[in-house]
């Protein structure tokens, strides 16, 4: 066990800077408005093609990276309860599938997965921001990460209903009105963060002041690319963002834990040892070889279910009783 001094913290500067992501992007939409002639929005492709390329770049090598990080005899041992709980529950779901195939069904895993991941994107960086606020979650807060949250669904399965044509005709309506009182839609995420600021300017908390300032315009900008029909970039910069912050904090874990005990000579002290190289690499290739079969086989179900998952052992996995916790410091 290695002294708390000797462990690499995380820096949330780190965690700041990488919201400057939006800048780019919301500057790539400028660029191509005044001097391409939206050739970039009139030529962005929005079909399932697409999301194909666009979660193998920014979404499941994260995803199967979470799993490889938690394929640990100590982690499997501690957690086995919400494991079980997790295979046994996949045994119903995949019955279910089997039993009722159905476009109805497949429409509604198909809202579900998309609101989890939004849940899980945006939530959880509105949460990270409760970490370097260091206060107790109040009305506002939450009211403001909900909220957030909410714009962020509407925007996102605003995205999905171009791709998916056939689905989610019944909110059709909702986007009309959300797409012609956008601007009034975000207004309440502009107020409340201004309340949240005012505290943490009061309490001199600079890193949480950053965060709260990041997530407001991660919002408000791809509200702002959806209402100009920026589709792709406005899932683009959340995206991004979620994925580099999870990928540090895999960093960090990793290298802390390779710090702190000797790993046995095995395939997976092999992998710790070099972290946080090998992983990033390993997931990578097998998030493209796992998306290949879901498309090359038509069954997105899989790529639902790995993603579902993955949200439900990251609600539990960084918990404060959890062992992964002994390896981040803050």
């Known amino acids: 066990m290695i002294e708390k001094k000797e462990k690499l913290s995380v820096n949330p500067y780190i965690?700041?800077?990488?919201?400057?992501?939006?800048?780019?992007?919301?500057?790539?939409?400028?660029?191509?408005?005044?001097?391409?002639?939206?050739?970039?929005?009139?030529?962005?492709?929005?079909?399932?093609?697409?999301?194909?390329?666009?979660?193998?770049?920014f979404n499941f090598p994260h995803i199967i990276c979470s799993f490889l990080i938690m394929c640990e005899k100590?982690?499997?041992?501690?957690?086995?309860?919400?494991?079980?709980?997790?295979?046994?529950?996949?045994?119903?779901?995949?019955?279910?599938?089997?039993?009722?195939?159905?476009?109805?069904?497949?429409?509604?895993?198909?809202?579900?997965?998309?609101?989890?991941?939004?849940?899980?994107?945006?939530?959880?960086?509105?949460?990270?921001?409760?970490?370097?606020l260091r206060v107790k979650e109040d009305w506002v807060f939450k009211a403001w990460r909900i909220y957030g949250i909410l714009i962020a669904s509407l925007v996102f399965l605003g995205i999905y209903s171009k791709i998916y044509t056939y689905y989610f005709g019944y909110l059709y309506p909702v986007f009309e009105i959300f797409n012609k009182y956008s601007f009034f839609c975000v207004l309440p995420v502009f107020i409340l963060s201004a309340v949240l600021l005012d505290r943490s300017i009061r309490a001199r908390n600079k890193s949480g002041t950053y965060m709260i300032i990041g997530n407001m315009l991660m919002v408000a900008s791809s509200v702002i690319l959806y209402s100009h029909e920026y589709y792709c970039l406005s899932a683009l910069g959340p995206r991004i963002i979620h994925d580099l912050s999870a990928l540090y904090f895999y960093g960090i874990h990793s290298f802390n834990k390779r710090k702190s005990r000797t790993m046995p000579k095995n395939f997976w002290g092999i992998m710790n040892h070099f972290q946080p190289l090998p992983l990033f690499i390993s997931s990578s290739f097998l998030s493209v070889s796992i998306l290949w079969l879901c498309f090359r086989y038509g069954d997105l179900n899989i790529y639902h279910a790995l993603s579902a998952i993955h949200f439900y052992t990251e609600s539990f996995f960084w918990k404060n009783d959890s062992p992964a916790r002994e390896h981040l410091v803050f």
């Open 74 to 132: 100590n982690y499997i041992i501690h957690f086995r309860q919400k494991l079980l709980a997790l295979f046994v529950a996949s045994l119903c779901f995949v019955s279910i599938l089997v039993s009722f195939r159905s476009s109805f069904l497949q429409e509604t895993i198909t809202l579900v997965a998309l609101l989890w991941t939004v849940k899980h994107v945006v939530g959880q960086q509105f949460s990270m921001t409760k970490i370097f």
């Open 15 to 57: 965690l700041n800077s990488i919201y400057l992501v939006i800048l780019p992007v919301m500057m790539l939409a400028f660029v191509d408005r005044i001097f391409f002639d939206e050739y970039i929005k009139n030529n962005s492709p929005m079909t399932l093609d697409f999301i194909l390329w666009f979660n193998i770049a």
